[in-house]
């Protein structure tokens, strides 16, 4: 809607395209280099990014603006998780059942039966 009105090339649709070229460094950072923490931070980036975006979209259109709602808060989701598994694996906070040898489930169904 945007490239549309004001063109590919305008400040706005460039501030998406580089929103979205480090949005998609993530999955390499976080899955290929196991790098919770530089995920996070890469997240925390997207989030402060896109406050401009959304206001530059805005004035020019409303809808696309809106439109990037839910994206903002998948980005606030994806955060939360990505700082949750950083913690699971790095900041000493376990899960509540231990799987690793995949019976944790039964373990913990049979610690609650006693």
Known sequence: IVANSTG????PCRM???HYAFNLAWAP???GAHKMMA???LQLGLIASLVPILKAFYPISPTA???LGPYTLWL??????NWRIWQM???GIRPPVDNSDGKGKLRALLLASK
């Open 39 to 41: 995920g996070f931070v």
């Open 76 to 81: 606030l989701f994806a955060s939360a998780l």
């Open 29 to 31: 950072v976080f899955f």
């Open 65 to 67: 603006a809106a439109l």
């Open 16 to 18: 998406l395209l580089v």
């Open 89 to 91: 694996n790095h900041g």
């Open 8 to 11: 590919l090339a305008s400040a």
